[in-house]
């Protein structure tokens, strides 16, 4: 299950386990970067990774390529994104 909430200057998305074996995942996407958190029980405290947008959008993308090593070329303001070409492994 997830949720989806859209403030002024950026969109959160919470992101649960429904068979709550694991911490909820947080990410909170604005116009320069995503950080994505999880409730760590053994510190008591948020784990935390921050990353460019871009770096979001491949990440996310990579999910549904072959193996390889790819380069993404952002063509616009836009979002418009395309493979720039597969280097390979």
Not at 66 to 83: L, S, Y
Request: glycine share 4%.
């Amino acid at each position: 299950m997830i949720t989806n909430e859209m403030e002024f200057d950026e969109t959160v998305t919470t992101v649960m386990d429904d068979l709550g074996m694991y911490e909820d995942i947080q990410i909170f996407i604005d116009d320069n970067e995503v950080y994505i958190r999880q409730y760590n029980e053994n510190i008591d405290k948020h784990d935390l990774v921050v990353m460019s947008s871009e770096m979001y959008y491949q990440m996310i993308k990579a999910m549904n390529l072959p193996e390889g090593m790819f380069q993404f070329a952002f063509t616009d303001n836009a979002g418009n994104v395309k493979i720039k070409k597969n280097i390979g492994m």
